[in-house]
């Protein structure tokens, strides 16, 4: 790859700006062209971050000599388009999910396997400094073996996608569900593996859009020999993330949203000791809270996200090694969310 990596950005939505923001700021990288079929979201998003601009994918690609092409379009278009890329031999970032189906999903894999092309794809959770730190630590096993794991997604009744009718997440298989599933069931992979199988699907209908027929969402999964379970609710009092995960030595209690993590250990029953930790708890919660925030306020996490993702599949691409998110665990991820969205 050579020194200045050049990188094409396909559809100019709201998360393409984020990335666009990230790569400016990224040393060695250069966004040169952007193209969406909608010209006016095309030539906004190259005025302001001074590219040239496309509405057609193949022409760009026949026009442009990029090393990344990072598709950011709804799931229905990643196969037709990440496809074309890989035969062409570009690397790829592609937004999650990997495909909107699994025989979509393999037709990628398919492409990929005939091409010296690299594809990742943005499992963004897992490059939140807080859960890399996280997953470094359940890697040396610091928790433990893990016994089970719970991940609790919780939205509000305002959610943008949620309530607009015309939303394209709501064309997906399990509607709303189908976009929003994938960060939670790859975050579960992440920890307990590729080989996470579905064991129980409970849905029902609570709030007042109708063109959703559930907005509550439970899941259990297993693994060889972990459990897991996903809440997903559009109903709640408030949006958060939470991310429990119980090890034989300790428990780890996550928040992304706030972007902490707290390990618990083992502790005594007596009173005394009872109080102890909980003092222990309340400040180390606060000083991890307002450290968070800080950096928040300097920097937004939406940034570091994308700029770990980028570094590290960029570094996998100079050195031939595994993407950060391989077409495995990227298929996977499609597997398990479409066996989930079938029982809706």
Same mark, same amino acid.
């Given at each position: 790859?050579?020194?200045? +990596?050049? =990188?094409?950005?396909?559809?100019c #939505?709201a998360? @393409?700006?984020?990335?666009?923001?990230?790569?400016?700021?990224?040393?060695?990288?250069?966004?040169?062209?952007?193209?969406?079929?909608?010209?006016?979201?095309?030539?906004?998003?190259?005025?302001?971050?001074?590219?040239?601009?496309?509405?057609?994918?193949?022409?760009?690609?026949?026009?442009?000599?990029?090393?990344?092409?990072?598709?950011?379009?709804p799931?229905?278009?990643?196969?037709?388009?990440?496809?074309?890329?890989?035969? !062409?031999?570009?690397?790829?970032?592609?937004?999650?999910?990997?495909? @909107?189906?699994?025989?979509?999903?393999?037709?990628?894999? $398919?492409?990929? *396997?005939?091409?010296?092309?690299?594809?990742?794809?943005?499992?963004?959770?897992?490059?939140?400094?807080?859960?890399?730190?996280?997953?470094?630590?359940?890697?040396?096993?610091?928790?433990?073996?893990?016994? !089970?794991?719970?991940?609790?997604?919780?939205?509000?009744?305002?959610?943008?996608?949620?309530?607009?009718? &015309?939303?394209? +997440?709501?064309?997906?298989? #399990?509607?709303?569900?189908?976009?929003?599933?994938?960060?939670?069931?790859?975050?579960?992979?992440?920890?307990?593996?590729?080989n996470?199988?579905?064991?129980?699907?409970?849905a029902?209908?609570?709030? !007042?859009?109708?063109?959703?027929?559930y907005?509550?969402?439970?899941?259990?999964?297993? $693994?060889?020999?972990s459990?897991?379970?996903?809440?997903? $609710?559009?109903?709640?009092?408030?949006?958060?993330?939470?991310?429990? =995960?119980?090890?034989?030595?300790?428990i780890?209690?996550? &928040?992304?949203?706030?972007?902490?993590?707290?390990?618990?250990?083992?502790?005594?029953?007596?009173?005394?000791y009872?109080?102890?930790?909980?003092?222990?708890?309340?400040?180390?919660?606060?000083? $991890?809270?307002?450290?968070?925030?800080?950096?928040?306020?300097?920097?937004g996490?939406?940034?570091?996200?994308?700029? *770990?993702?980028?570094?590290?599949?960029?570094?996998? =691409?100079?050195?031939?090694?595994?993407?950060?998110?391989?077409?495995?665990?990227?298929?996977?991820?499609?597997?398990?969310?479409?066996?989930? +969205?079938? +029982?809706?």
């Amino acid at each position: 790859m050579e020194e200045n +990596c050049k =990188i094409a950005i396909v559809g100019c #939505g709201a998360i @393409a700006n984020v990335h666009l923001k990230t790569l400016k700021k990224m040393s060695g990288l250069k966004v040169v062209a952007v193209c969406d079929n909608d010209e006016e979201k095309a030539i906004l998003a190259s005025t302001k971050f001074n590219t040239r601009h496309y509405t057609d994918f193949s022409k760009m690609l026949d026009n442009e000599d990029v090393s990344i092409v990072s598709i950011l379009t709804p799931p229905r278009s990643h196969a037709l388009l990440t496809i074309e890329a890989i035969k !062409r031999g570009i690397n790829v970032l592609v937004e999650k999910p990997l495909a @909107a189906t699994t025989k979509e999903a393999e037709l990628i894999l $398919s492409a990929l *396997n005939e091409s010296d092309a690299k594809m990742t794809v943005d499992h963004s959770w897992l490059f939140h400094k807080t859960m890399l730190q996280s997953l470094s630590l359940i890697r040396k096993h610091e928790i433990g073996e893990i016994l !089970r794991m719970e991940i609790k997604y919780l939205h509000t009744g305002k959610d943008h996608m949620t309530s607009d009718p &015309n939303h394209w +997440c709501h064309k997906l298989l #399990g509607g709303r569900f189908g976009e929003n599933l994938p960060h939670p069931v790859y975050t579960m992979q992440s920890v307990l593996g590729d080989n996470l199988q579905v064991k129980e699907v409970h849905a029902s209908k609570r709030g !007042r859009y109708p063109w959703m027929p559930y907005d509550e969402l439970f899941v259990t999964l297993q $693994s060889d020999k972990s459990l897991g379970s996903i809440y997903v $609710s559009f109903n709640a009092a408030r949006s958060t993330i939470y991310v429990d =995960i119980y090890g034989t030595k300790k428990i780890l209690k996550i &928040n992304l949203f706030n972007n902490t993590a707290i390990k618990l250990g083992y502790r005594r029953t007596r009173k005394l000791y009872k109080g102890a930790d909980s003092l222990w708890l309340s400040s180390k919660m606060a000083l $991890s809270t307002m450290r968070n925030a800080f950096e928040f306020l300097l920097h937004g996490d939406s940034e570091e996200i994308f700029r *770990n993702l980028y570094t590290m599949f960029i570094d996998a =691409i100079k050195k031939n090694t595994d993407p950060p998110v391989t077409s495995k665990m990227a298929y996977n991820t499609v597997r398990i969310v479409e066996e989930i +969205c079938q +029982c809706l």
